[in-house]
């Protein structure tokens, strides 16, 4: 069968000359052919043998040199193609005619030796198997391969004569005893194989047809055999012929001819008649010929289709399928029969007309048009009706289910079939046989008829009539569920399908059962139609319920009764008329019948579900006859209340309208109703400490796994029900809490027995699972609808904790579920596994009252979790903050829960302060910050809670602002659709200035959108984008600039765009950061439009939008039709953003002092100097003295004026503004004011006095208004109610808590600033600090630093300046608060101080204050302290060396002159002075340090140790002496030199040269006297004309032990910079020529010579001459050493000379 199988299945053979057969033998068709040396000589032979041939004129010699041929060419070219044969040998025409012409004579022969063609066939082989037969068979089948050479064989008659021969072989012949030899099977195979090539030729057939051979292989086809000899294979070979003659041949001419001979009709006939006698195989294969056979000669003529009819041929191949389907062996073959029977189908003369369609509905959509060529439209209709005829005589299923795929294969093929065959009403026959055939047989059916509706798009009407009839009487369980699934997927591909249906019958049918299956259920457990509830639990009893009874009685499967009721569901969906129908059948007084009883209850609420979600006509009625099955149920029918809540839920998250309704029938009632009938359910058996864990565990296996709630009617059949997902959190682990005195919290009551405690955990189990049912009613019936939200907050919400605590389940740990459930309903969460725990959001803040109220009741772990799991969902988002500060959520818990504040070892005290401060840092009132202030005032009050005060306090302050956050909807936007009848843009430019700040920028490449001016014709568009490194601008399509900028995330920026028209070039566009230029561009202006023009913050709503991460805020903007100055701008950024007042009066209510720092100081002095650098530069220094106009005019609001018209104001949007449409302040909207739906907000534009012009927040954006502290303490007193804490501080970390709450008021605030100036706040907190000095750390003074504005977490110390001037006057510049500290604190005093003037890029800043300050004589009078440390005092003086420095001022100079005359001739109380030298040199003791003038000043007995033998007096006059000599010597500005001339006198330098004075002081003053000299100026003339120079040559004498002296005199005598003069040098000659190796060729000062041989002479007295010895090395110091002089002296002179 596989060599038929490959003859059939080949394609048909070109006609060219050059086509031959397949190489046989060796040969291979990648070889490259050629002859060899001896094949060419053998060649060549043949060639003179077959020339020879040509010339014999007699056919005995012919035939012997034939043979010689033959012989030769087999030798030369067996195996080789014949194209290689031509090429070499030549043409081979002649020679194939040649050789078939002898063939057929020898069998001619050989025939007529056997007594003719029907002699015998062993004889006829063994001629055909010698010689010369078989070398002339050899021959032909290397020659007839081409078209020529079949040519020449079929003249030879070769064709006719092969068929001959293979009938004469066939093996009808053979007798049943045995079949014929091998040898001549071996002959026929090569007959056949011979004759099968050259039927692949035309030539071959017209010879058979001519000699009327073709018929008899026809015949041959069918012809009987006797079957024991096993000759099949000689039929398949020659069906394999016929097979190529039918597949490559047919045309009109064999059409014709197969018609008039008849020989289809008799192979039909015959194959009727025999079709038992051959195998399966053999017939399957025949028949795919006869389709093949019918198929070609269909497009010719249908004489052959009638013929094939005529002879019964639908009949035979039913009867096949029957055959095949009869042995087990064959079945296999039946798919392939199928397939045969489907190609028939499709085989006909011509296309058939389409009926009009039988159903009453039109099908627009169905494709009627004409077929294409290759188009499988079905022309047989016949054909098809085998299927459907051995369809419904088949006994098996598997032949059922294949025909089935037929039939749908040809439904699919063409839209049209199913039209075409409707006549036949295939499937309306099947589904009459439902009854009879298997499930899997019937879901086939309906899986043809539901293609048939879905794909054809074709209305079956009359299959759908049968499908309903299906339902009449009893159906089987089985039919119920098939119809259930063919209308669901009817229903669900088109709603259209319900109206058919139920024309169809189907619902008429259903509600007939739904009323049968009432009937058996009610009276199976003893319930008549409208029988009572508890008539019928009483029959129930005498019944039983035992399914098998049941079912012996009639009752029917609640399998089958749910599909029912189920199909009823989906015929009542959406379709009114079918509710009607439903109602007026009297069904629905069946449903609250069927709610009592267990099994029927489920299906029985999902009809009625339908029924509230969509027939609003009775849905009220519906709504209150739930309500009273409810109430009327019995108390412990937990099952039953479950059901209908789990109904009412979905009825509500499905239908709002039943949320309404409910409402009004009491529901809400019922439902509190429920929870105080849990009172009189049982008494819950209390859970000790002992025994929490065993009913927790208990608890959880009642209610199921995890605290899962079942479904409706899933607890008597185990079934999962999705909707009773709960919340997925971690039940209480932790079960014994230690109470704050050590002791275990546990519920009171006693230890139950066992077998009690095990009912009363189920109890409690089945109590806390109706519990949460309720709670997520609650939640499904106010989600998203206001009415019923206010109901609840009014009338509901004070119930439920009594409610509640009736219930007896709050003492366990299980009830953890309950206030979770709760806490949905407060969320509105309907399904909790839907909503990710980021997206909770508060709408109902009333019950969170009620749960803190539950508190007391619970148990204490539970209280614990739950209140931290309060503050987790309040810190989720703004909203929930909001939702908590409107309800007063601070004020209850202060008021209501303050014993758990006051107890710091309590669990709950460190959550519930959390709590209060998030939702206080958002927001606070005056009542709530008096409780607070309550409390703090409560003797034994912890210090969590000032603390706590102070976190609100300090936490960062947002302005009023519009959140847009696109992580949940993708768009959030505050959208101003007009600008009113304002022309846009303006003339000659316009500002927007705005705050803003970003929470989060989202994934990398998403821009914010800031703004966006937006005409309603599109022509007008300005755009900004913000990212995290810049700002770009969009003013048309063409034109965009972009501002590099960083933009930190949670970091407030103010942004001013100035846009600036030129008339004949390009605008310029400005970007102001923080009143600081960032860049000025160059860009076009915007386009002029006549049409309205409006504004979009943030993202609208539009095909772009998309869910992210990004989070950011929008403080108070404006858009003004003016030009803003840099002046403005910075005046604009320091008001803050808090500012309201449209720039509008004077600004001096926004001053605060922290608006006085680096960056508004750097950029106010480059606005003085009138050239402001953009940002990036870096800051110059303050230089105050080159300008009498200070940094501070520029910033001072009190003076500020912007004189901004308020007409130029297009719009000012601020959420302090915010309305809901009606009107209605969004800060005092209530409930009672807002409608179902919830309100859209509003922005009024303040600019606009009219209230018309307002921006609408859509999407996701929500306005915030936060109150914080410092705002909300003006209306509790003010900042004078801090002082009292201060106060009470007694330790230094309380001391310091109540400072940092001053200064986190104080700070950016107007008006505690102006409170604290007004009442002289900084006064009365001084001398509360010198009453506590004992007290003060460092920690302190930083924070005292802190408010005075020298250190500020936004800039570096190097930026500290003095911002709050009161602060520092007072807290600071009193040095005799911190006199008493210890050395570390006073260390780090002065430390600060110094960082103001040292090393920092405000130092000059600084220094203007403190001279303003008079800070120079606060710092001399620290000096003369002699309790200040000697490592301090180099400290205080290098400040004061700065401050000179820096700026000498005539007021300076007085105090240093009178502070160094305040310390001569000072006397201690022994009577010595400070200057007296010491016992050895004969210098009299020191004064005592004067006593503080005062008030506050403390007298110190210290007395710190005198370095190297100075007094501290001596040590203090000479610092400042050395600042005086470095302004001479090394002046920073030359004026300072003037001035210093201008006020000393030689009198007072002479103060300082005396005698009395310590030796240091004098050195110093004779430094001083000559830089005084050496400078060019009239001081040394009034020096001289005073006789100066005497009393130095008087005075200087006494000091000739001094080396620095000798120095001093000899600067003086040759002119040598005094300042170039080495503080310490040693008196040697080395050192002295070092010091003066360059002396000038003049003195400069010749009257020193007298004062230096004084000294030389005073050194001289009181020694005793030595003689003068004379050195190899001359040594004038030696020289003079010798005769007595001093050594310091000699040098001295030596130098001189």
């Given at each position: 069968m596989s060599w038929l199988r490959r003859l059939v299945t080949r394609q048909k053979p070109s006609d060219t000359p050059q086509c031959s057969a397949p190489p046989r033998g060796n040969a291979s068709p990648q070889r490259e052919w050629r002859l060899s040396d001896k094949e060419e000589r053998m060649l060549q032979s043949v060639r003179e043998a077959w020339a020879q041939y040509t010339e014999m004129g007699s056919e005995q010699e012919r035939a012997g040199k034939l043979d010689d041929v033959v012989k030769g060419f087999l030798a030369v070219f067996k195996g080789v193609e014949l194209k290689h044969i031509t090429e070499t040998f030549g043409d081979t025409k002649k020679l194939t005619f040649v050789i078939g012409r002898r063939l057929v004579r020898e069998v001619r022969l050989a025939w007529g030796s056997a007594g003719g063609e029907g002699g015998s066939a062993e004889a006829t082989a063994k001629v055909l198997q010698s010689h010369p037969c078989a070398s002339l068979l050899d021959a032909l089948e290397i020659l007839v391969v081409g078209t020529y050479n079949v040519e020449s064989a079929t003249e030879a008659h070769l064709p006719s004569t092969f068929v001959k021969l293979v009938y004469h072989f066939f093996p009808h012949n053979a007798a049943p005893s045995g079949g014929h030899s091998e040898e001549v099977g071996r002959v026929q195979n090569r007959i056949l194989q011979l004759l099968l090539y050259m039927c692949n030729y035309r030539y071959a057939i017209v010879e058979l047809m001519r000699t009327?051979?073709?018929?008899?292989?026809?015949?041959?086809?069918?012809?009987?055999?006797?079957?024991?000899?096993?000759?099949?294979?000689?039929?398949?070979?020659?069906?394999?012929?016929?097979?190529?003659?039918?597949?490559?041949?047919?045309?009109?001419?064999?059409?014709?001819?197969?018609?008039?001979?008849?020989?289809?009709?008799?192979?039909?006939a015959d194959l009727s008649e025999r079709y038992r006698s051959f195998s399966a195989d053999y017939v399957v294969v025949l028949c795919d010929n006869l389709v093949e056979c019918l198929k070609g000669s269909a497009d010719v003529s249908g004489e052959l289709l009638a013929d094939f009819a005529a002879a019964r041929g639908y009949d035979m191949l039913q009867n096949v399928l029957c055959y095949l389907e009869e042995n087990e062996a064959s079945q296999v073959r039946i798919p392939k029969m199928l397939d045969v029977i489907s190609n028939l189908v499709y085989v006909g003369e011509k296309d058939l007309s389409i009926p009009e369609s039988i159903s009453p509905y039109n099908n627009p959509k169905l494709d009627c048009s004409p077929p294409s060529k290759s188009s499988s439209r079905v022309r047989n209709v016949e054909a098809f009706y085998v299927f459907h005829k051995h369809f419904l005589s088949s006994k098996n299923d598997t032949v059922q289910l294949r025909i089935l795929d037929v039939i749908l294969a040809i439904y699919a093929a063409d839209n049209v079939n199913f039209l075409l065959l409707q006549q036949l009403h295939t499937l309306a026959h099947f589904i009459e046989e439902f009854d009879r055939l298997n499930f899997e047989v019937c879901d086939g059916i309906l899986r043809v008829l539901t293609f048939v509706v879905t794909v054809v798009n074709y209305v079956p009407f009359q299959e759908l009539s049968g499908l309903s009839c299906l339902?009449?009487?009893?159906?089987?369980?089985?039919?119920?569920?098939?119809?259930?699934?063919?209308?669901?997927?009817?229903?669900?591909?088109?709603?259209?399908?319900?109206?058919?249906?139920?024309?169809?019958?189907?619902?008429?049918?259903?509600?007939?059962?739904?009323?049968?299956?009432?009937?058996?259920?009610?009276?199976?457990?003893?319930?008549?139609?409208?029988?009572?509830?508890?008539?019928?639990?009483?029959?129930s009893d005498d019944e039983g319920d035992d399914e098998e009874e049941a079912t012996r009685a009639g009752v029917p499967p609640v399998a089958v009764y749910t599909v029912t009721m189920d199909c009823i569901v989906l015929m009542l969906d959406n379709v009114r008329e079918n509710m009607r129908i439903f109602r007026e059948a009297g069904c629905a007084p069946l449903l609250f019948a069927l709610l009592y009883h267990a099994d029927t209850r489920p299906a029985a609420l999902r009809v009625m579900q339908t029924l509230l979600e969509?027939?609003?006509?009775?849905?009220?009625?519906?709504?209150?006859?739930?309500?009273?099955?409810?109430?009327?149920?019995?108390?412990?029918?937990?099952?039953?209340?479950?059901?209908?809540?789990?109904?009412?839920?979905?009825?509500?998250?499905?239908?709002?309208?039943?949320?309404?309704?409910?409402?009004?029938?009491?529901?809400f009632v019922c439902l509190v109703s429920l929870l105080v009938s849990l009172e009189h359910t049982g008494t819950c058996i209390p859970v000790t400490a002992e025994g929490v864990q065993e009913a927790g565990s208990s608890g959880n296996a009642v209610a199921g796994d995890g605290g899962a709630v079942a479904g409706e009617g899933s607890r008597a059949e185990g079934k999962e029900v999705p909707e009773a997902a709960t919340v997925a959190t971690p039940p209480c682990t932790e079960v014994i809490v230690s109470s704050p005195e050590g002791a275990p919290f546990s519920t009171t009551g006693n230890a139950p027995e066992a077998s009690q405690g095990e009912a009363g955990r189920a109890l409690v189990a089945a109590k806390i699972e109706l519990v949460e049912c309720i709670f997520r009613v609650f939640a499904a019936a106010i989600a998203r609808h206001e009415r019923n939200r206010r109901f609840l907050r009014e009338q509901i919400a004070y119930t439920l904790s009594g409610s509640l605590e009736l219930t007896g389940i709050l003492g366990t740990p299980s009830c953890y579920k309950v206030l979770e459930g709760l806490l949905e309903v407060a969320?509105?969460?309907?399904?909790?596994?839907?909503?990710?725990?980021?997206?909770?959001?508060?709408?109902?803040?009333?019950?969170?009252?009620?749960?803190?109220?539950?508190?007391?009741?619970?148990?204490?772990?539970?209280?614990?979790?739950?209140?931290?799991?309060?503050?987790?969902i309040l810190g989720l988002n703004k909203q929930n903050q909001e939702a908590g500060a409107k309800v007063g959520l601070v004020l209850f818990i202060l008021e209501s829960l303050s014993d758990y504040l006051m107890n710091q070892l309590h669990p709950l005290q460190s959550l519930l302060l959390s709590t209060i401060h998030l939702v206080a840092t958002h927001r606070i009132t005056a009542k709530e910050l008096r409780a607070f202030f309550r409390i703090l005032q409560r003797p034994g009050c912890p210090p969590q809670i000032l603390k706590n005060l102070l976190a609100m306090s300090s936490s960062h302050r947002e302005p009023p602002f519009v959140e847009f956050d696109l992580s949940r909807t993708g768009y959030a936007c505050l959208h101003m659709p007009s600008f009113g009848d304002r022309s846009w843009p303006p003339a000659n430019g316009y500002t927007m200035q705005c705050w803003f700040k970003v929470e989060s920028f989202g994934h990398i490449g998403k821009l914010i959108d800031l703004f966006s001016f937006v005409s309603d014709d599109k022509k007008s568009v300005t755009t900004a984008l913000v990212s995290h490194v810049e700002l770009m601008v969009c003013t048309s399509s063409k034109s965009s600039v972009s501002f590099p900028v960083a933009f930190e995330p949670g970091v407030w920026y103010h942004v001013a765009l100035v846009h600036q028209r030129h008339r004949f070039q390009n605008s310029d566009m400005r970007l102001y950061v923080n009143g600081a230029l960032v860049d000025c561009q160059k860009t076009s202006y915007v386009s002029f439009t006549s049409a309205s023009v409006g504004a979009y913050f943030g993202t609208p709503s539009g095909p772009l939008q998309q869910q992210c991460d990004q989070i950011w805020k929008?403080?108070?903007?404006?858009?003004?039709?003016?030009?803003?100055?840099?002046?403005?701008?910075?005046?604009?950024?320091?008001?803050?953003?808090?500012?309201?007042?449209?720039?509008?009066?004077?600004?001096?209510?926004?001053?605060?002092?922290?608006?006085?720092?680096?960056?508004?100081?750097?950029?106010?002095?480059?606005?003085?100097?009138?050239?402001?650098?953009?940002?990036?530069?870096?800051?110059?220094?303050?230089?105050?003295?080159?300008?009498?106009?200070?940094?501070?005019?520029?910033?001072?609001?009190?003076?500020?004026?912007?004189?901004?018209?308020?007409?130029?104001?297009?719009?000012?949007?601020?959420?302090?503004d915010c309305r809901t449409e009606s009107g209605v302040s969004f800060r005092t909207a209530t409930s009672s004011t807002l409608t179902n739906i919830e309100p859209r907000l509003v922005l009024l534009n303040s600019a606009d006095q009219s209230g018309k012009s307002r921006a609408v927040l859509t999407g996701t954006s929500s306005p915030y208004f936060p109150l914080g502290v410092d705002v909300v303490l003006r209306q509790v007193g003010g900042i004078a109610s801090v002082f009292f804490i201060v106060e009470q501080a007694g330790t230094s970390e309380s001391l310091l808590e109540a400072l940092s709450l001053l200064v986190a008021l104080v700070q950016n605030n107007a008006?505690?600033?102006?409170?604290?100036?007004?009442?002289?706040?900084?006064?009365?907190?001084?001398?509360?600090?010198?009453?506590?000095?004992?007290?003060?750390?460092?920690?302190?003074?930083?924070?005292?630093?802190?408010?005075?504005?020298?250190?500020?977490?936004?800039?570096?110390?190097?930026?500290?300046?003095?911002?709050?001037?009161?602060?520092?006057?007072?807290?600071?510049?009193?040095?005799?608060?911190?006199?008493?500290?210890?050395?570390?604190?006073?260390?780090?005093?002065?430390?600060?101080?110094?960082?103001?003037?040292?090393n920092n890029d405000l130092a000059a800043f600084n220094l203007w204050r403190l001279q303003r300050l008079h800070w120079l004589p606060k710092l001399l009078s620290i000096m003369q302290d002699e309790s200040l440390d000697q490592n301090l005092l180099s400290t205080v003086v290098s400040v004061v060396n700065v401050l000179l420095q820096q700026n000498l001022r005539e007021e300076d100079m007085h105090s240093l002159t009178s502070f160094l005359v305040s310390t001569l001739n000072r006397v201690r109380s022994g009577g010595s002075s400070p200057d007296a030298l010491p016992p050895q040199d004969g210098i009299a003791s020191v004064d005592t340090l004067r006593k503080s003038t005062s008030r506050r000043r403390r007298t110190s007995s210290v007395k710190r140790p005198v370095k190297g033998g100075v007094p501290r007096p001596v040590q203090t006059r000479n610092m400042i002496l050395t600042c005086i000599l470095r302004l001479l010597t090394h002046p920073r500005d030359p004026s300072a030199v003037s001035l210093i001339h201008k006020t000393l006198s030689p009198h007072w330098v002479f103060l300082f040269i005396d005698d009395s004075l310590h030796a240091s002081t004098v050195m110093l003053g004779l430094r001083v006297l000559t830089a005084l000299i050496q400078h060019k100026s009239s001081f040394s003339g009034r020096f001289e004309s005073l006789g100066g120079f005497e009393i130095l040559r008087r005075i200087v004498p006494k000091y000739c032990r001094q080396e620095a002296l000798y120095y001093i005199l000899i600067s003086l005598l040759i002119g040598k910079d005094i300042g170039e003069l080495p503080e310490v040098a040693a008196l040697t000659y080395s050192d002295l020529f070092v010091v003066f190796k360059d002396p000038p060729t003049a003195p400069a000062c010749t009257r020193v010579l007298d004062i230096l041989l004084a000294v030389l002479k005073r050194s001289c007295e009181g020694v005793d001459a030595k003689p003068y010895t004379y050195c190899n090395t001359y040594d004038p110091c030696a020289v003079l050493e010798s005769k007595g002089v001093s050594r310091s002296a000699a040098a001295a002179a030596a130098a001189a000379a």
């Open positions: 009327d051979s073709l018929r008899q292989l026809f015949e041959m086809v069918t012809l009987a055999y006797h079957k024991e000899n096993e000759h099949e294979h000689y039929h398949e070979s020659v069906l394999g012929i016929v097979s190529c003659i039918i597949k490559f041949h047919v045309d009109r001419t064999i059409v014709d001819y197969i018609h008039k001979k008849s020989c289809l009709y008799s192979m039909v339902l009449q009487d009893t159906p089987s369980s089985s039919t119920v569920v098939l119809v259930f699934q063919t209308v669901t997927k009817l229903v669900n591909f088109d709603t259209k399908y319900k109206q058919i249906l139920q024309e169809a019958g189907l619902l008429h049918m259903l509600l007939g059962l739904l009323k049968t299956f009432s009937a058996k259920f009610l009276c199976a457990g003893g319930v008549a139609e409208g029988t009572a509830p508890s008539e019928a639990s009483a029959c969509q027939d609003a006509t009775n849905l009220s009625s519906d709504l209150m006859g739930l309500v009273e099955v409810m109430q009327a149920s019995p108390n412990t029918n937990f099952d039953m209340k479950l059901d209908i809540l789990h109904t009412l839920r979905r009825c509500f998250l499905a239908n709002p309208r039943t949320k309404d309704a409910f409402r009004e029938n009491g529901g969320m509105e969460v309907t399904n909790p596994a839907d909503v990710a725990v980021e997206d909770f959001i508060v709408y109902n803040p009333e019950l969170l009252l009620v749960v803190y109220e539950l508190f007391g009741s619970c148990h204490p772990q539970v209280a614990h979790d739950i209140a931290k799991r309060i503050l987790y929008l403080g108070p903007c404006s858009l003004i039709e003016e030009i803003f100055t840099p002046q403005m701008v910075l005046i604009a950024y320091i008001i803050g953003n808090r500012a309201c007042s449209n720039f509008q009066g004077k600004l001096g209510g926004y001053k605060t002092y922290e608006a006085i720092n680096s960056d508004t100081l750097s950029i106010a002095q480059s606005l003085t100097q009138g050239n402001q650098s953009p940002m990036s530069n870096a800051p110059q220094f303050l230089n105050l003295s080159a300008s009498s106009q200070t940094p501070l005019s520029v910033i001072d609001l009190d003076s500020a004026d912007m004189s901004v018209s308020e007409e130029r104001i297009i719009f000012s949007l601020n959420t302090r008006r505690a600033t102006t409170e604290m100036e007004m009442l002289s706040g900084y006064e009365i907190i001084a001398n509360m600090l010198f009453a506590r000095a004992g007290l003060l750390t460092e920690e302190i003074l930083d924070k005292v630093c802190e408010l005075a504005g020298l250190f500020d977490r936004r800039h570096p110390a190097r930026d500290s300046v003095i911002s709050n001037v009161g602060a520092f006057r007072y807290l600071l510049m009193d040095y005799d608060i911190w006199r008493s500290t210890p050395l570390d604190v006073q260390k780090s005093y002065f430390h600060r101080m110094n960082q103001l003037v040292l």
